[in-house]
């Protein structure tokens, strides 16, 4: 059975391109929470299912960057399940021509190996800067 700081390895190793599917990583009814979600996007995933189909869906904005490096922190809690992880990467924005920094911040529980809930506290000026939509950012907050 895999420990928490090894589920965040496979994270690492997933955003890398490199290791599994991230749905596979999650107990059937796992949820990932997305607190300061961007426009367009879910405020929460619940299920194997639903969190298959909406990383499939972005599978193109991958092609948006190229990656030099992920990088992955665990800090571990007084609760033996949570662990928090800083996930950072960086490298070149195909969008923008330019390097980029990205870096977010996951609480994540982990039960028997498996995911049971996962906070993502993505920045969405620092993806919208990486991705080149800054503009579309903008406008969709100012509707």
């Keep these: 059975m895999r420990t ?12 890398a391109g490199d290791g599994p599917e991230f749905s596979t990583l999650f107990a059937p009814d796992g949820v990932v929470r997305y607190p300061f979600a961007p426009p367009g996007t879910p405020a929460e995933l619940r299920g194997h ?13 991958k092609g948006l960057v190229e990656m030099a490096e992920v990088t992955a922190v665990v ?3 007084d609760d033996p399940e949570v662990v928090v992880a800083e996930i950072g990467h ?11 920094t990205f870096r977010a911040l996951a609480v994540v529980r982990v039960r028997d190996g498996r995911i049971v809930s ?3 506290y993505i920045d969405p000026i620092a993806l919208a800067r990486m991705l080149g939509r800054t503009r579309e ?6 509707r």
């Design 137 to 142: 950012l903008a406008e969709t907050l100012n």
């Design 4 to 15: 928490p700081r090894e589920v965040i390895e496979e994270v690492r190793r997933m955003i």
């Design 90 to 100: 960086h490298g070149r924005s195909h969008a923008t021509g330019a390097p980029y």
């Design 75 to 77: 800090h571990e809690t």
């Design 118 to 120: 996962y906070d993502d």
């Design 49 to 61: 299912d639903a969190i298959r189909e909406f990383y499939r869906a972005g599978e193109t904005s």
